[in-house]
Structure formats: structure tokens, C-alpha cells
């Protein structure tokens, strides 16, 4: 697959203004979703140094903030942009993290042996990938038995009247620049129960956490 004909490919300036905005972010938008990481994998009784994939992890903004909440994950990022992986692996050398990983591959063809990992995390990406079926498909073929996939993106089966009034939230919050960029892939987000069939059908048993303007989803392998 070439990057050309991929969604989310990032490259040259895009990717770097992508980086800066995306920095200027991490409390409103990486802190609040990490936390939630590891309080799922607390349910799951996850205590132990386990190999956690971000699939599309562009600077890896969100696994450093997860590794920060547990210090005994391995960190490992999969992203198609070697921009991306490149400021991800400049920020972990300079955060000491050296056992952290990333490798350039796609969500539909993710460069993983199978059952390898014990959690993969997906933040709002699922929509833009080319083909959200297959990453669910490969998602399952590199989890362990009991591993567990979390998946955040934003809410396709979300009603018109209550993405107004999220829009309307959104832009006294963050301004109207910011709520516009949040809706501009409106068009590719994906409904709920779609997500869940390709979840089951790939052998994982789905649970709704939230489903809300963003939808959270575990799937237990």
C-alpha cells in the first residue's frame, strides 16, 4: 500500500504542524484518555511490564503519557510517517525511555509477530484509516489470549441534536477553529455498532465503556 493511498498519511510541514499543535494539547486531549487507559487495564488486573502498541501513534504523545501514569509498560508505536516516528523516538530518548519502539507500518498491515502484545490502543484514528475492518482483523492477530484492545474514536451513532450542542461545547471551551477541526472528518466517522460486529467477528468479546460525542470500546481477546 502506498502512503499516497493511505488517509492518514503525514508528511513534510503537515506532520510537523500536526506535532506543534498537537504538544500544545496534551492536557485537554492525551492526559484525560491515558488515565482512562490505565484505569481499564486495572479492571483487567493489568499490573505486571506489559508490551503496549499505540497503532498510529504519530509522536507517540499518548503512550508517554500512559507510561508516565505506569512505568512498567513497554512502549511500542506503529505509525505509516517516519516524521512521526522520528519525533517519537526524539522524545522518548530524551525522556530516558529507551526500550521504546517505533516502527513505520500501517494500522491494516501492522509489523507485529501474532499473540506478541498484551494491550493496543487506538485514539481517534480508526475513521481515517483506509480500511478500519482489516486493523480490527490484525489488532486481534497480534494480541496474547486475555489481551485487550481499547479504542477511542469519535461517535458516527452520535444524534445531530446532541453534536450541536458538542459543537457548541466545544467551542466555548477550545474556540471555534479548534471545534471545526474536531468535526471536519464528520463524514468518515464510524457508527458503534459497526465497530462492535468487526470486534466480535475478529474473535474479541466488545464492551462499551462510553458512548458519548467519543465512543471508548475494550475488546478481551
Request: hydrophobic share 35%.
Amino acid at each position: 500500500m502506498k502512503e499516497s493511498e493511505h488517509n492518514h498519511s503525514w508528511s513534510g510541514e503537515r506532520a510537523e504542524r500536526f506535532i506543534k499543535t498537537m504538544e500544545t494539547n496534551i492536557n485537554s486531549r492525551y492526559k484525560p484518555f491515558a488515565k482512562q487507559v490505565v484505569n481499564i487495564m486495572k479492571t483487567f488486573n493489568m499490573k505486571e511490564k506489559y508490551k503496549i502498541v499505540d497503532i498510529g501513534c504519530g509522536p507517540g504523545l499518548l503512550l508517554f503519557e500512559i507510561k508516565n501514569l505506569n512505568p512498567n509498560l513497554q512502549l511500542i508505536g506503529v505509525d505509516p510517517s517516519e516524521v512521526m516516528l522520528n519525533a517519537a523516538r526524539n522524545k522518548a530518548e530524551k525522556l530516558g525511555l529507551g526500550d521504546s519502539e517505533f516502527k513505520k507500518g500501517y494500522a491494516e498491515e501492522i509489523p507485529l509477530s501474532d499473540n506478541e502484545i498484551d494491550i493496543v490502543v487506538c485514539f481517534n484514528s480508526l475513521h481515517d484509516f483506509k480500511s478500519a475492518e482489516k486493523t480490527i482483523k490484525e489488532v486481534s492477530r497480534i494480541l496474547k489470549n486475555n489481551g485487550i484492545l481499547i479504542l477511542k474514536d469519535k461517535n458516527g451513532s452520535y444524534p445531530k441534536w446532541k453534536m450541536r450542542l458538542h459543537f457548541i461545547s466545544l467551542t466555548i471551551k477550545l474556540g471555534k477553529k479548534q471545534a471545526k477541526r474536531y468535526y471536519k472528518s464528520r463524514s468518515h466517522w464510524l457508527k458503534i455498532n459497526q465497530v462492535i460486529n468487526w470486534i466480535s467477528k475478529n474473535g474479541l468479546q466488545a464492551k462499551i465503556v462510553s458512548k458519548k460525542a467519543d465512543y471508548i470500546i475494550v475488546g478481551k481477546k
